[in-house]
């Protein structure tokens, strides 16, 4: 039940194509759900997050959408770009308490010219 | 910008001795988590520390780890005899407020022999 699921593991875009990462979660606890960044060889940066007050959030040219009651939450990236090729994590965590961050297996996104 | 400083960046041991790493979170943070991640897999939560205490560990950190607070500035992760499997990289994050975004470090390398 703690569990976030992520799809797929893997994608290829054309520069300025669109990337699409899916996510889904099974605890209702969940209450903040943060999207990562992660260069080789560095940690995990945070990218955007939303809480599921809200549908969609948006930031330049991400995108995470929200479906509280399917339990599916996915990250789009518009007009990729190839410095944006690097591993997406999904997350999820509680926001009381000490709120451990829960990831998704992570998508490595490869934007070609 | 503040960040989350982590040494050493790589650290190779023999299996079966004692590994300690080092973190020195944001200054005015007061959450400290340890993660691990093995090669290639998804980020996993080790340990949470507030006010001088674990608050919660995860079932992967058995009586071989440790964590510590030596000095107001260095959060450490001790693992007690390493294992074959204990290699990952290990990184610390550290937020100001419960529900506030976690800033991770660069990351420690642990390459057990």
């Known amino acids: 039940q703690q569990q976030v699921k992520q799809s797929p593991q893997s994608l290829i875009v054309q520069k300025g194509g669109i990337s699409i990462i899916n996510c889904a979660y099974e605890?209702?606890?969940?209450?903040?759900f943060p999207w990562y960044q992660q260069f080789p060889g560095k940690g995990p940066a945070l990218l955007i997050a939303i809480r599921p007050d809200v549908s969609e959030k948006k930031e330049g040219r991400f995108t995470i959408s929200f479906n509280k009651s399917a339990k599916q939450f996915s990250l789009h990236i518009m007009d990729s770009q190839p410095g944006d090729s690097a591993t997406y994590f999904c997350?999820?965590?509680?926001?009381?308490?000490?709120?451990?961050?829960?990831f998704g297996t992570g998508t490595k996104l490869q934007v070609i010219p | 910008e503040p960040e989350v400083t982590q040494t050493p960046s790589h650290q190779v041991t023999q299996m079966g001795q004692e590994v300690i790493l080092r973190c020195v979170p944001i200054?005015?943070?007061?959450?400290f988590y340890w993660y691990r991640q093995i090669l290639g897999q998804k980020v996993e939560f080790l340990v949470s520390?507030?006010?001088?205490?674990?608050?919660?560990k995860s079932e992967i950190f058995d009586d071989q780890f440790s964590v510590e607070r030596p000095d107001g500035s260095n959060f450490t992760l001790k693992i007690r005899s390493t294992k074959l499997e204990d290699s990952a990289m290990y990184f610390c994050?550290?937020?100001?407020?419960?529900?506030?975004?976690?800033?991770f470090g660069p990351g420690t390398r642990l390459t057990v022999l």
């Open positions: 994050a550290s937020s100001g407020q419960p529900g506030n975004e976690q800033f």
């Open positions: 520390f507030y006010n001088n205490e674990i608050s919660e």
């Open positions: 200054s005015n943070h007061l959450y």
């Open positions: 997350a999820a965590t509680k926001s009381g308490g000490y709120q451990k961050v829960t």
């Open positions: 605890n209702t606890a969940f209450d903040y």
